[in-house]
C-alpha cells in the first residue's frame, strides 16, 4: 500500500468537491487523492479497515504522526484531551476465523465494506440500521437472530475488522467517570482537511491584497515563506 500525503493544491481540491459529499463518499475521496492510481470500484470494495489503515497513512504524511483530540465527559461533560501518535492506533492483522457457531447453526462471515455502509444509510433509526449492517455481513442468509445472537455477530465482525473498530477508554479527570468513544477517522481527518483549507484561503487572501499575487503563485511557495510574507504584510 503506497499512500502519498495531500499538497496543497490537492487539499484545496478535496475540501472543494468534498463539502457537498456525504461522509462515506468523503473517506472514499480521500482515499482515491492519496492513491490516485487505484480504481475508484476497488477503492469502495476495501474492508473498512482497510479504508481506515489507508486513511491512518494519509493522515501521517499530511499532518505528522502526533494526533490531538477533545471529548467531553458523558457525565460531567468536562473537557478531555486525547492525545495518541498514528503508529499507535495501527493494529495487526486479525487470527479471527470468519464465523460464528450457535447451538443450532454456523454462519459464515465476511468484513464490512464502503458498500455496506452506502446501502444502510438511509435507514434513520439508528438501532435499524446496525441491524441492517450487522446482517450484510452475512454470507447467505442470517435468518432470525436473538438479541444474543445479534450481539455475538457484532462482536465477531469487530474482530474479523479491528482497524475498523477503534475505542478510546477513557477515565474522567474530574468525576471519575469511565467510559468509552469510538474514532472515526475518516470524520476526524476531514475536520483536519476543512480546517487547514480555511486556514490556507485565509493565508491566499491576505497575501493577495498585499502582494497582488495569484492563487496559484501563494500556493506554490513552501508554508514557510508563506507564513514570513505574512509577517512581512503585517509589519
Not at 475540501?15 to 468523503?26: F, K, Q, S
Not at 468484513?111 to 435507514?123: G, H, M, N, P
Not at 454470507?139 to 473498530?165: I, W, Y
Amino acid at each position: 500500500m503506497t499512500v502519498r500525503g495531500l499538497a496543497t493544491t490537492d487539499l484545496l481540491r478535496v475540501w472543494e468537491v468534498g463539502t457537498a459529499l456525504h461522509p462515506i463518499d468523503r473517506a472514499l475521496l480521500l482515499c482515491a487523492v492519496a492513491a490516485p492510481d487505484a480504481e475508484p470500484g476497488a477503492l469502495a470494495a476495501l474492508s473498512l479497515g482497510e479504508r481506515d489503515a489507508r486513511l491512518l497513512a494519509l493522515r501521517e504524511r499530511t499532518f505528522g504522526q502526533r494526533l490531538d483530540a477533545v471529548v467531553n465527559c458523558e457525565q460531567c461533560d468536562a473537557v478531555l484531551e486525547i492525545s495518541v501518535t498514528v503508529d499507535a492506533l495501527r493494529v495487526a492483522p486479525p487470527d479471527v476465523e470468519p464465523r460464528v457457531v450457535f447451538d443450532d447453526r454456523e454462519l459464515a462471515l465476511r468484513r464490512l465494506d464502503s458498500r455496506d455502509l452506502a446501502a444502510v444509510a438511509a435507514i434513520a433509526d439508528a438501532a435499524s440500521a446496525r441491524d441492517a449492517l450487522i446482517a450484510r455481513g452475512v454470507v447467505g442468509e442470517a435468518g432470525a437472530l436473538s438479541e444474543s445472537e445479534q450481539a455475538a455477530l457484532a462482536r465477531r465482525l469487530g474482530e474479523l475488522d479491528p482497524q475498523a473498530d477503534l475505542v478510546f477508554d477513557l477515565t474522567c479527570s474530574e468525576c471519575a467517570h469511565r467510559f468509552s468513544v469510538p474514532f472515526d477517522i475518516a470524520g476526524f481527518l476531514w475536520g483536519e482537511v476543512s480546517v487547514e483549507a480555511r486556514r490556507l484561503l485565509q493565508e491566499v487572501a491576505a497575501l493577495a491584497r498585499a502582494f497582488h499575487w495569484s492563487e496559484a503563485e501563494i500556493l506554490a511557495m513552501s508554508q514557510k515563506r508563506r507564513r514570513t510574507y505574512l509577517e512581512l504584510a503585517d509589519a
